[in-house]
């Protein structure tokens, strides 16, 4: 049984809007619990556990969001002052309040990446030398599936292209996996293909595994027994976290192999909107949940573009001044596409019909 809004508005604007399944609430209510600080929360521990073998990594940590792990996972690669390589659309480097220089004191040194991907040749050409001037450059930072670039999968052998750049000169790579098994799912193979050639990575519960709230940062055991330290620090250290655990145990038993239906819906909808007049949708770049449409066609801003949405029913969110984002997820099936795919139909011609008046 599913927990859906009652409500027509059809949602779009990201995965973390998705509820929690009645199972999953089921799952909170009987939770065993202790205090985690103490680390006597057995559903923690369990949900823990589990990640790091599906990881296939020695030990995990619960944070509350994706930009905790983030910031846990910068703050224990690194030291205060260290130059940080990532890419120049990344959620690190966008979306999260600068986190990454303001708490972290981190210099972040952003390349900018094909589709999200980052070359081998352009991270080796940016690692700083060792001299008076120059800051240590001691971590490298991809994302996938990456969200501004819409969904791309890094491929596990971009992946290992890179890992030999960052061995060979001492640096760790990180990867922020906030939807790694939306890239799993994409390319059919086992989540640790993406993960054995990272140190260490953070996933989220609570995109399109439809958790409430949760994050967890995966990796060897010392990195964890730092990142639990600096979750302490960072006011991170949770008492009854089963709570939160209770349905990541779920999420990760039961609500990865459906994000097979997420991509279909997203295909579906960006190749019925690639259909439609002043509107523009990179296809190749359709190869998850995000869907980026491109109205600049239509002779309007994407702010412009979106509040139309909004009076038929319809939410995305804002991408950049001519883009406009779509996601899919769980709780949208394929009715829902088709309504949405009328509803942008209709404030394309609408907006077509202002333009040419
Ligand atoms: N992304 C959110 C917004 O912050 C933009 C979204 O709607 O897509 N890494 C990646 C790749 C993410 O996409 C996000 C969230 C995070 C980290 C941060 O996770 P939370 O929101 O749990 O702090």
Redesign the pocket.
Known sequence: MTTIKRSDTIDL????VTLPTEEMLEAIRNAELGDDVYREDPTVNRLEEMAAKKMGKEAALLV???????LVSLMSNTKRGDCVILEAE???Y???VGGISAIAGLLPWPIRGHMGALDPRDVEAAIRPKNIHFPDTTLVCI?N???RAGGTVITPRQIEALSKVTREHGLKLYM?G??IFNAAVALKVDVREFTRHVDNL?F?L??GLSCPIG?LVVGDSEFIERARRIRKILGGGMRQAGIIAAPGIIALEKMIDRLEEDHMNARILAEGIAKIDGLYVDLKRVQTNIVLVDVSGLGVDANTFIAELKKHGLLA?YHSRTIV?M?THYGIVREHIEKALTKIEEVAKYLRSQADS
């Open positions: 604007r990201s995965d973390t509350p969001s994706g930009t905790m792990a983030n990344s959620h690190i966008w979306y999260e994302e599936t990456h969200n922020d906030a939807r953070m989220c609570s995109k994050s969110s984002r996601v």
